[in-house]
């Protein structure tokens, strides 16, 4: 019980303070940046947008065993739980502490939750020894089950006074305040850009059904209004824009397709959006990027790193952006409102920082991201790929005339064929649906003829520069995952 105070305690005084510096989600962010990325990407996989609730609900786990045990050994004397309270509140401490985004009074949370989970254990513990000499005693044990319902009214209210307290910064009213009106809109969709009836993905994603993939275990809350991103580094001109002054500048709005280079070999991790932004190689441009430097260092809120390659956003027609807005709304508080970077081609923990705040020019040998601090490639452009949609996996659909449909994306380059065969018979070519642009997914179906029985359907795109998927097999790490998408279904009499 005196666990539950500490962290809600914690979690309290962090929310008069500063949100990230709660114990709890210090310890949690400390979790997630220490996870070797093989069991990161498990997590991801199993419980998909549900890892962090997973982590955390298991920490609670965890804290509330060590509770129990801490309790039972000190029956006899305080020192055993005492001591469990202090190295728990020094955990906390020390994460929170370790955080990069930790301020000077941030310290005041994990400090008030080690006092607080060690007064509160000695009062409880105190309490609890007034019984012990009449064990059968009613009245002793009822004021220890009182006094525990009061820690526990306390703890409960302290926790939900922290969260509301991190959520006071009104983000949604700041958002809600703005109106993107891109000065070039994306062309309209047209009706045969995907094959939706058939069983692939509309072309573009609802923003509730974007992929998400991030390292935030709390959503970043930041207002428009207080948002800055300074531009430094190696450039001739430092910069320190304010989000109007991103309103000011010219608005475009294109169709991306974004890519996680987690993402399997048929996998879920892909979604394409009308993004709202500026330009960001005209940005560049005006800071003067100094000759020598080849990597974009940028930075989140919460300390997440990611590095650029300098070429690819000032290639022509990189359609490179800082992004505001995603079909027609600003940025969700999870796409990372107010601002983040989009550069088709590269995988989104190279290219696309969400709630950005920090640009500097540098050199890939002088600066490491995060991800590449955890051996995943510095450089990663997407790589061809295709999928298959339908068939499910294992589905009975019925013999002969048979529709199988799925997705292609060569980001950048463009898709210029996609072939099916089926139990490893001859290529067969797919229709493609129209083309949006060369920086978005795009469709397929091909109609099959099937004999009633099992059968496995696979896929392989060819891209404009020539190249076809090979069936090599690559795990995600450290630069993507190749190989062809296959399916075993069956085909039943009908
Ligand atoms: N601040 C921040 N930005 C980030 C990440 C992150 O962990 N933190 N993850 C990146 C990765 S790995 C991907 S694939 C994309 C996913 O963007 P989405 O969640 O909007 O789909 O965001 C990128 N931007
Ligand atoms: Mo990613």
């Avoid at 526990?152 to 949604?172: F, M």
């Avoid at 000032?314 to 027609?328: C, V, Y």
């Amino acid at each position: 019980m005196s666990v539950a105070v500490a962290l809600a305690v914690g979690h309290l005084v962090a929310g008069l303070v500063s949100p990230l510096a709660s114990p709890f989600l210090a310890v949690g962010n400390t979790a997630i940046d220490l996870t070797p990325h093989p069991v990161k990407d498990f997590a991801i996989r199993t419980f998909g947008e549900n890892d962090k609730l997973v982590l955390l609900g298991g920490m609670a786990v965890v804290l509330a065993g060590l509770g129990v045990v801490a309790g039972l050994l000190s029956r006899r004397s305080p020192w055993p739980g005492t001591a469990l309270a202090a190295v728990l509140g020094l955990v906390g401490i020390v994460a929170v502490l370790a955080r990069p985004t930790t301020t000077t009074w941030g310290v005041i949370a994990p400090l008030a939750s080690l006092v607080a989970g060690v007064a509160a254990f000695r009062w409880l513990w105190s309490r609890g020894q007034a019984q012990t000499p009449a064990p059968a005693e009613a009245p002793g044990r009822r004021k220890f089950l009182l006094s525990t319902a009061a820690i526990a009214a306390v703890a409960g209210v302290a926790a939900a006074g922290g969260q509301w307290l991190a959520g006071r910064v009104d983000v949604e009213a700041s958002r809600r305040g703005i109106t993107l009106r891109p000065g070039k809109k994306a062309p309209e969709i047209p009706f045969d850009a995907d094959f939706a009836r058939e069983g692939t993905p509309s072309f573009l994603t609802p923003n509730e059904k974007f992929y998400r993939v991030d390292t935030a275990l709390t959503v970043p809350r930041l207002r428009a209004e207080d948002w800055r991103l300074r531009v430094h580094g190696m450039v001739d001109n430092e910069m320190l824009l304010t989000y109007d002054d991103l309103l000011r500048r010219p608005l475009v709005e294109k169709t991306i397709t974004l890519v996680c280079v987690s993402n399997e070999v048929g996998g879920p991790y892909i979604s394409t959006s009308n993004f709202i932004g500026v330009d960001l190689a005209d940005l560049l441009r005006e800071a003067g990027v100094r000759s020598g430097s080849d990597q974009l260092a940028t930075r989140s809120v919460d300390g997440w790193t990611c590095g650029t390659p300098v070429d690819s956003i000032m290639a022509p027609g990189s359609n490179a952006m800082l992004a505001l807005g995603m079909n027609g709304e600003p940025l969700p508080l999870e796409r990372g409102f107010p601002v983040r970077m989009v550069v088709p081609g590269l995988y989104g923990y190279v290219s696309a920082t969400k709630w950005l705040v920090d640009m500097e020019l540098t050199t890939f040998d002088a600066f490491d991201p995060y991800w590449a601090q955890r051996k995943w490639a510095k450089k990663a452009p997407v790589k061809t790929m295709s999928r298959i949609d339908r068939p499910k996996s294992f589905e009975r659909v019925p013999a002969g005339r048979f529709v199988a449909a799925g997705i292609a994306w060569a980001q950048h380059t463009g898709v210029d064929r996609v072939e099916v065969r089926v139990d490893g018979g001859p290529w067969q070519e797919a229709t493609l649906s129209r083309e949006v642009n060369v920086d978005t997914w795009r469709m397929w179906r091909i109609e099959l003829d099937l004999k009633e029985g099992n059968h496995t359907v696979e896929c392989r795109a060819t891209d404009r520069k020539g190249y076809t998927q090979t069936n090599e097999r690559a795990a995600p790490i450290p630069d993507g995952a190749s190989g062809w998408h296959s399916m075993v279904f069956t085909s039943v009499a009908g």
